[in-house]
């Protein structure tokens, strides 16, 4: 078993959809989750950073931790044809490096 | 406030030939990490740095793989020699501190032929 675990898709929604993308993870010392959103041929961009369980919303993206049940998921609304990308789920225990998902390609139709 | 700064963008190479990326991390960012992404996958870290010191290099390939932060700020990897399978894109990224935020850079796209 991955340490952690992400349908890489493509998951296909039409314009103004809400989205759900989801990761499962076994290591129970991970305590900080990011979100990063990859266009091709780009870095990944850090979307949302939190810390432990809990919610954080930043404009259309909400982004939801659940420690007890080793899941992690981030919510688009409204989403638009430039949200296409491959989201990256990443997740560390302390100051060592990121653990990262194999990334979700994320289609938004118009 | 500039990015991570990389190069080169693309590089082709032949098999056994040897080859070195540059990082230049955001100012004022202790932490450096170089990652591997392979096509299709998420990245993987190859080595981490604070300051001009390794805190982890366990998934490093040794015998051809080296790492370097002279002065504790750019960076240089250098793989020596290639194989096929090191084609991917070599990604850096830097963070204030091990545990905040990593911001990444746009990738150097390797090929080896």
């Known amino acids: 078993q991955k340490e952690v675990e992400q349908d890489p898709g493509p998951l296909s929604v039409p314009e103004g959809a809400i989205v759900s993308l989801n990761c499962t993870y076994s290591?129970?010392?991970?305590?900080?989750f990011m979100w990063y959103r990859q266009y091709s041929r780009k870095g990944p961009e850090l979307l949302m950073y939190?810390?432990?369980?809990g919610n954080k919303e930043d404009g259309r993206f909400t982004a939801q931790v659940d420690k007890s049940s080793k899941y992690i998921s981030l919510f688009i609304r409204d989403s638009q044809p430039s949200d296409s990308a491959t989201y990256l789920c990443?997740?560390?225990?302390?100051?060592?490096?990121?653990?990262f998902g194999k990334g979700t390609h994320l289609i938004i139709q118009p | 406030e500039a990015g991570v700064a990389q190069s080169p963008r693309y590089k082709i190479i032949e098999k056994r030939q040897s080859v070195a990326f540059w990082c230049n991390p955001i100012?004022?960012?202790?932490?450096l990490y170089w990652y591997q992404q392979i096509l299709g996958q998420g990245p993987k870290l190859l080595i981490q740095?604070?300051?001009?010191?390794?805190?982890?290099d366990s998934q490093l390939p040794k015998d051809r793989f080296s790492a370097e932060r002279l002065k504790g700020v750019d960076s240089t990897l250098k793989i020596q020699p290639a194989k096929l399978e090191d084609s991917a894109v070599y990604l850096c990224?830097?963070?204030?501190?091990?545990?905040?935020?990593?911001?990444f850079g746009q990738g150097t796209r390797l090929t080896v032929v």
């Open positions: 990224a830097s963070s204030l501190m091990g545990n905040t935020e990593a911001f």
């Open positions: 290591n129970s010392a991970f305590q900080y």
């Open positions: 939190t810390y432990s369980s």
């Open positions: 990443a997740m560390r225990g302390g100051a060592d490096g990121l653990t």
């Open positions: 100012s004022g960012h202790a932490t």
């Open positions: 740095f604070q300051n001009n010191g390794v805190v982890d």
